[in-house]
């Protein structure tokens, strides 16, 4: 599973790092919901928190890194 942030560099090629934080038109601009809900304990959660799967489902923090007990949660900077 990946962070917002390297999700969104891995699949749209775009460098959020210098990204304070990001607008309503940012998202509606890429197609990408601001609110999403964990696939996990369907929390609502805004989608710059979430983390992201190979299948785009979104999770919360907390679910994600129970989840992801194998690979480390990519995208930390
Ligand atoms: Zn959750």
Same mark, same amino acid.
């Not at 749209?12 to 304070?20: A, F, H, S």
């Given at each position: 599973m990946k962070t917002f942030k390297k999700w969104v560099r891995d699949e749209?090629? +775009? %460098? +959020?790092? %210098?990204?304070?934080s990001l607008g309503g038109n940012w998202f509606a601009e890429h197609g990408i919901p601001m609110v999403v809900s964990c696939t996990c304990c369907h929390d609502t959660l805004n989608v710059a928190s979430a983390v992201i799967d190979e299948d785009k489902n979104c999770f919360c923090r907390e679910c994600g890194e129970e989840l992801d007990t194998i690979e480390k949660l990519e995208g930390e900077d």
């Open positions: 749209l090629g +775009l %460098d +959020l790092t %210098d990204q304070k």
